[in-house]
């Protein structure tokens, strides 16, 4: 199975300010077949199911703000909330979707408040 | 607008069965695959099972294979699982999600989820 570490656990940011979240996977997620990466993420607010926010590494799914952006290849990827607004306080969690299942997410990552 | 809502989670004795639904709507249910994805309380996500859009294809993450079923009556636009030799392990909040992949493939890409049922193993 491909595993997806994510870094940090939790981060607090100032509201307006910057946030980033890390994706680390196991292998390269990168299809030369289709030039594409099969990463996605998604955000949990409490009490809620996940939204998907991003795939294709950097595709922003429809109604996503454009403050959420996403990057990186093969291995490496980068969720970053550019101004952070109250409203995106939640869990975040990577996802790869390369090849046929298991299909496995990072552990998440806690985006709070400073 | 998709909706997905699922049911059929309860309080369970180890060993013990249950069948879970999700009742699809807003979409054309019969050509999208479908996954169920869990959440143990207080835990990340986890990936459990999917079915392509014919139901020619399926898959289980190890932990479930041999346990779980899953299925799809495309006439009523509803996705189950059928989990038996429930184990406390398996105590989590289930979600089905749509998946973005329609024709006879899955893709693991979920552009839309259930708000879950929670299914709780324990004597």
């Known amino acids: 199975d491909i595993v997806m570490t994510q870094s940090p656990d939790s981060l607090a940011v100032s509201l307006g300010e910057r946030a980033t979240i890390n994706c680390k996977s196991g292998?390269?997620?990168?299809?030369?077949?289709?030039?594409?990466?099969?990463l996605a993420w998604y955000q949990q607010k409490p009490g809620q199911p996940p939204k998907l926010l991003i795939y294709?590494?950097?595709t922003r799914e429809f109604g996503v703000p454009d403050r959420f952006s996403g990057s990186g290849s093969e291995t490496d990827f980068t969720l970053t909330i550019s101004s952070l607004q109250a409203e995106d306080v939640a869990v975040y969690y990577c996802q790869q979707y390369y090849s046929t299942p298991p299909w496995t997410f990072g552990q998440g990552t806690k985006v709070e408040i400073k | 607008e998709v909706q997905l809502v699922e049911s059929g989670g309860d309080l369970v004795q180890p060993g013990g069965s249950l069948r879970l639904s999700c009742a699809a709507s807003g979409f054309a249910f019969t050509r999208y695959a479908m996954s169920w994805v869990r959440q143990a309380p207080g835990k990340g996500l986890e990936w459990v099972s999917a079915?392509?859009?014919?139901?020619?294809?399926?898959y289980y993450a190890d932990f479930v294979k041999g346990r779980f079923t899953i299925s799809r009556d495309n006439s009523k636009s509803t996705l189950y699982l059928q989990m038996n030799s429930l184990r406390a392990e398996d105590t989590a909040v289930y979600f089905c999600a749509k998946d973005d992949e329609y024709g006879t493939m899955v893709r693991g890409l979920f552009d839309n989820w259930g708000q879950g049922t929670l299914v709780t193993v324990s004597s």
């Open positions: 294709w590494a950097s």
């Open positions: 079915i392509s859009a014919n139901s020619g294809n399926t």
């Open positions: 292998r390269s997620l990168f299809y030369s077949s289709t030039n594409k990466n099969y």
